[in-house]
């Protein structure tokens, strides 16, 4: 069921697993449960009682849905809209960044309430040394939380990455990473992670993958030398072109694990360097090939993707409508959620047979389960056991 967001996360155990992989493992059984689902709707907490059986499928919930209101001191804040990225404070707390209709930083609150810490709805480029409530992002995509409580926000198409500083509430840039204003919309940070130590900030801005070091501040390109094209699998990454490196992600084990958005495909680098594809070969456009060898599947325009706990990759494979589990072990690729049709339908049912419309974020709560950013229904899903 779905708990009040700030209430502790629980322990994921063995028998419970992890909902994207027990989503896809034939013949699991959830036994009939009698309780209540709790759904953040608009500014309230709406209390749905289920008593019937569960499919043997995981539940698909909305989190926070379309038109959640958002709280500050002014009045007629406009309500969520457009979310990208999805984050997790230290405490447990959610926050989400809205791209360019919103240009803001939320908090999510109970019940059922979101308040603006950060951005105004105007895109802009000010604000820095300032209180982050009186700062401009343009286009911002992704979302990061440090260890300190502190936020990075990738401000794409101002080029920069700006961090909110959790003890003050100002805002400045991170140093080490800047790209002209000029080239922002081209080449700035579409996407930014941690490394699985904390310590480096993971950058991919449609041409790079580059680590940024929060100590030190250097910046060190990890893939891609520039160019456009299609790397040969085996290629020193650094010396391989990539067509558009949308998103970037480390697992526990040291391998980057890349997603191109028109390159349609998902590529790994281990950590010897070496670059090869294991998601969609071929680099077509298209949406088959689940539950078979993955680089013969096809992709469309995928956004983002994140680690699980199992080390599978799950993407948002954005412009299919899907999302998506490409599972190294095996090789494989399965469908998580969605229908692949454009639409809001099916919340509190089976993922599989939920509307989904071109999700950008995907995102692991830190109760195991599966935060969904469906963008362009301007809410966010929950996928729970």
């Not at 984050?87 to 919103?102: C, D, L």
């Not at 003890?167 to 080239?183: E, T």
């Amino acid at each position: 069921m779905l708990r009040p967001v700030n209430s502790p996360p629980r322990t994921v155990n063995d028998s419970a697993a992890l909902c994207v992989t027990s989503a896809r493992r034939p013949g699991r059984s959830i036994r009939p449960i009698v309780g209540t689902l709790a759904i953040l709707a608009g500014c309230a907490l709406t209390l749905v009682t289920v008593s019937s059986p569960v499919s043997a499928a995981p539940r698909l919930l909305a989190w926070v849905e379309a038109g959640a209101e958002i709280s500050v001191s002014a009045a007629g804040e406009p309500r969520l809209t457009e979310p990208f990225g999805v984050a997790f404070g230290s405490g447990g707390t959610p926050f989400v960044v809205e791209m360019v209709t919103g240009n803001r930083v939320l908090e999510v609150r109970s019940p059922g309430k979101l308040g603006r810490i950060a951005g105004r709805q105007e895109p802009g480029d000010l604000g820095d040394g300032g209180p982050a409530l009186d700062a401009q992002f343009r286009g911002p995509h992704g979302i990061v939380a440090l260890a300190n409580g502190d936020l990075l926000i990738a401000d794409t198409w101002n080029g920069r990455i700006r961090r909110i500083d959790a003890a003050s509430g100002r805002i400045s840039s991170l140093p080490g990473y800047a790209v002209a204003a000029n080239l922002a919309r081209t080449a700035g940070p579409y996407s930014i992670s941690l490394d699985p130590a904390g310590q480096r900030v993971v950058v991919a801005d449609l041409r790079q993958v580059q680590v940024v070091s929060l100590v030190t501040g250097l910046c060190e390109v990890v893939a891609g030398n520039g160019e456009k094209g299609v790397p040969v699998d085996g290629a020193r990454a650094k010396d391989a072109p990539l067509v558009d490196p949308r998103a970037a992600v480390y697992d526990r084990h040291g391998n980057l694990y890349i997603l191109e958005r028109k390159g349609h495909a998902l590529r790994v680098v281990d950590p010897e360097g070496r670059i090869r594809t294991v998601v969609n070969r071929a680099g077509k456009q298209g949406a088959v090939g689940d539950d078979g060898d993955a680089r013969e599947a096809t992709l469309n325009g995928p956004k983002h993707l994140c680690i699980d706990k199992d080390d599978s990759v799950i993407i948002a494979d954005a412009e299919n409508d899907l999302i998506r589990r490409f599972v190294p072990a095996t090789g494989r690729i399965h469908r998580v959620a969605g229908t692949g049709r454009r639409g809001a339908a099916g919340v509190g049912g089976s993922p599989l047979a939920c509307e989904l419309n071109r999700p950008h974020g995907v995102t692991l709560h830190p109760d195991g389960s599966l935060i969904i950013v469906d963008s362009y229904n301007h809410r966010l899903l929950q996928l729970v056991p």
